[in-house]
């Protein structure tokens, strides 16, 4: 049974009125209701500009919500099956960093999987809380790392029992999942809190055909994108948490520290109304959205030399479980790496895919998504693969041993430790003072505080090589590394790290 409530769209419903009310502005945004013509309104019409304000009378206040925010975020948290909703305008990434440092204080442990999104780094960075760092299992046939094990979340528990909080991602880029409930349940155990990164994970909150989701799990705090696969607009995100663990005040707090004062009524409404449509239509539409993603994955595995891969798939290595709203499709076998298939579906298709790696690409999957997107694809990969197949060689398989580096000193320490600046091929066992990273996914593959290997370098060379942008602070080929010889390293350091 829906419970009816969930009809209603306070934030948006209130907004529009406003913008229909002939108020006369004497606030921000100095647009004043789109009375500053421009090309964007020609192209969008004025009701965008309408449904832009700041914080009127009757609108509430997205820091402190006692009125239409209040409402919209019990209507979402209840949507979400959490006890408490916190709506976001800079995305899940203020999530995280809030989950973070309002869990740990500085040189507190907190357990992460190594490849995790920057904004964790960042969140380390900012609490000064000390990593303990988990490794996830690796496919080396796909080139990725996926979720991490529960007996290696286990493990790291019992070595540091004094740990704040546990650190899960549901699911990974890729749509791999941990076990994730009985990670609550142990790292509950030891008075752990559970802290979950579902940026790519909204649509798990809307059926019970997808892995389990964190709220459903007992974690006490996730941070899901909307945006990203709920259908809101781009930046809107919730936090979400579950009982009675989180301290709301400090959280509170820090969200407000992070967040902008200025959020926009766009996002916000966005969610208001993504919320009430997957409410009532989201379970029947990912339904069939599964349904789809079966028989694109039975079509497009037909094609020589292209792999789907699939829940069987992940299972059978082992894997906790698979969001099947992600099509990862292996294209390596047609002798193009993913990062050329990533560039001639759009050249020669129009099809924007979400990323691609050596041997793979990723499309997501969405209610948004059609059966004829999903014809469109399979027909561009079928073009390809009679192009490619048998003609060229195999792309060969990459050394990936993804050995993530080895790390000498809580991230923060090196954040704020003196820096020499050093040319990136010249860097080897240097101690990084930045995050390196390729951008998507945005997992650093170098962060502060970690001894720049050979093969870190290696690698970097090649997603260069492929035409990928390597993010780090600087753009002239340089990166900053600790000055050791003039850096105190902090006494508090644990021995281990
Ligand atoms: C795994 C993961 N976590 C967190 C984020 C951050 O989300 P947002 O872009 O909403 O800030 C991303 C973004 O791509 C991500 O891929």
């Given at each position: 049974?829906?419970?009816?409530?969930?009809?209603?769209?306070?934030?948006?419903?209130?907004?529009?009125?406003?913008?229909?009310?002939?108020?006369?502005?004497?606030?921000?945004?100095?647009?004043?209701?789109?009375?500053?013509?421009?090309?964007?309104?020609?192209?969008?019409?004025?009701?965008?500009?309408?449904?832009?304000?700041?914080?009127?009378?009757?609108?509430?206040?997205l820091?402190?919500?006692?009125?239409?925010?209040?409402?919209?975020e019990?209507?979402a948290?209840?949507?979400?099956?959490?006890?408490?909703a916190y709506f976001l305008v800079d995305g899940t990434s203020v999530g995280i960093m809030s989950m973070?440092?309002?869990?740990?204080?500085?040189?507190?442990?907190?357990?992460?999987?190594?490849?995790?999104?920057?904004?964790?780094?960042?969140?380390?960075?900012?609490?000064?809380?000390?990593?303990?760092?988990?490794?996830?299992?690796?496919?080396?046939?796909?080139?990725?790392?996926?979720?991490?094990?529960?007996?290696?979340?286990?493990?790291?528990?019992?070595?540091?029992?004094?740990?704040?909080?546990?650190?899960?991602?549901?699911?990974?880029?890729?749509?791999?999942?941990?076990?994730?409930?009985?990670?609550?349940?142990?790292?509950?155990?030891?008075?752990?809190?559970?802290?979950?990164?579902?940026a790519?994970?909204?649509?798990?909150?809307?059926?019970?055909?997808?892995?389990?989701?964190?709220?459903?799990?007992?974690?006490?705090?996730?941070t899901t994108s909307m945006h990203?696969?709920?259908?809101s607009?781009?930046q809107s995100s919730i936090l979400l948490?579950?009982?009675?663990?989180?301290?709301?005040?400090?959280?509170?707090?820090?969200i407000n520290?992070l967040q902008t004062?200025?959020p926009s009524?766009?996002l916000i409404?966005?969610m208001?109304?993504?919320?009430?449509?997957?409410?009532?239509?989201?379970?029947?539409?990912?339904?069939?959205?599964?349904?789809?993603?079966?028989?694109?994955?039975?079509?497009?595995?037909?094609?020589?030399?292209?792999?789907?891969?699939?829940?069987?798939?992940?299972?059978?290595?082992?894997?906790?479980?698979?969001?099947?709203?992600?099509?990862?499709?292996?294209?390596?076998?047609?002798?193009?790496?993913?990062?050329?298939?990533?560039?001639?579906?759009?050249?020669?298709?129009?099809?924007?895919?979400?990323?691609?790696?050596?041997?793979?690409?990723?499309?997501?999957?969405?209610?948004?998504?059609?059966?004829?997107?999903?014809?469109?694809?399979?027909?561009?990969?079928?073009?390809?693969?009679?192009?490619?197949?048998?003609?060229?060689?195999?792309?060969?398989?990459?050394?990936?041993?993804?050995?993530?580096?080895?790390?000498?000193?809580?991230?923060?320490?090196?954040?704020?430790?003196?820096?020499?600046?050093?040319?990136?091929?010249?860097?080897?066992?240097?101690?990084?003072?930045?995050?390196?990273?390729?951008?998507?996914?945005?997992?650093?593959?170098?962060?502060?505080?970690?001894?720049?290997?050979?093969?870190?370098?290696?690698?970097?060379?090649?997603?260069?090589?492929?035409?990928?942008?390597?993010?780090?602070?600087?753009?002239?080929?340089?990166?900053?590394?600790?000055?050791?010889?003039?850096?105190?390293?902090?006494?508090?350091?644990?021995?281990?790290?």
């Amino acid at each position: 049974m829906k419970d009816d409530r969930q009809r209603q769209t306070p934030y948006f419903t209130k907004l529009k009125e406003y913008g229909q009310s002939g108020v006369t502005p004497f606030d921000v945004p100095g647009h004043k209701l789109g009375r500053i013509k421009n090309d964007m309104m020609d192209y969008t019409g004025i009701n965008t500009f309408l449904l832009d304000s700041n914080a009127p009378i009757g609108l509430d206040q997205l820091a402190k919500p006692l009125g239409v925010i209040k409402d919209a975020e019990k209507l979402a948290a209840y949507a979400f099956h959490a006890d408490k909703a916190y709506f976001l305008v800079d995305g899940t990434s203020v999530g995280i960093m809030s989950m973070i440092m309002s869990s740990c204080r500085a040189s507190e442990k907190i357990i992460v999987p190594r490849n995790v999104h920057k904004s964790v780094i960042n969140g380390l960075i900012l609490s000064g809380s000390t990593p303990i760092f988990v490794h996830p299992d690796i496919d080396s046939d796909l080139g990725i790392a996926n979720g991490v094990p529960f007996q290696t979340m286990k493990k790291a528990i019992d070595v540091h029992p004094d740990a704040k909080a546990v650190f899960v991602i549901n699911p990974t880029y890729f749509g791999m999942t941990s076990d994730l409930k009985k990670i609550v349940e142990y790292a509950h155990a030891h008075g752990m809190l559970v802290l979950v990164d579902e940026a790519h994970g909204t649509q798990f909150y809307f059926s019970d055909l997808l892995p389990i989701s964190a709220m459903d799990a007992g974690a006490d705090m996730s941070t899901t994108s909307m945006h990203k696969t709920g259908g809101s607009l781009t930046q809107s995100s919730i936090l979400l948490t579950k009982g009675t663990w989180v301290d709301q005040i400090r959280l509170r707090t820090t969200i407000n520290m992070l967040q902008t004062t200025s959020p926009s009524s766009l996002l916000i409404a966005s969610m208001d109304v993504a919320r009430k449509t997957l409410y009532f239509e989201g379970e029947e539409r990912i339904k069939k959205l599964i349904h789809m993603s079966q028989k694109a994955r039975e079509q497009i595995r037909t094609i020589p030399g292209i792999e789907v891969i699939d829940k069987k798939y992940v299972l059978s290595r082992g894997g906790n479980n698979f969001d099947e709203t992600k099509l990862v499709i292996k294209v390596s076998e047609l002798g193009v790496t993913g990062f050329e298939a990533y560039k001639e579906l759009r050249r020669k298709f129009n099809i924007q895919l979400e990323l691609a790696e050596t041997h793979l690409i990723l499309a997501i999957l969405t209610i948004g998504t059609t059966k004829d997107d999903l014809d469109h694809l399979y027909n561009s990969l079928r073009d390809l693969s009679k192009r490619y197949y048998k003609i060229r060689k195999k792309v060969p398989k990459i050394k990936f041993n993804y050995q993530f580096p080895v790390t000498y000193s809580r991230p923060r320490d090196a954040y704020h430790a003196p820096k020499l600046q050093v040319l990136l091929e010249e860097s080897a066992n240097q101690i990084s003072g930045e995050m390196i990273m390729i951008y998507p996914p945005g997992i650093p593959m170098v962060i502060p505080g970690e001894i720049i290997s050979e093969e870190v370098l290696e690698d970097l060379q090649f997603y260069v090589k492929n035409g990928s942008v390597i993010h780090s602070e600087m753009d002239n080929g340089y990166v900053k590394v600790v000055d050791k010889d003039n850096w105190q390293k902090w006494e508090g350091e644990e021995s281990e790290i």
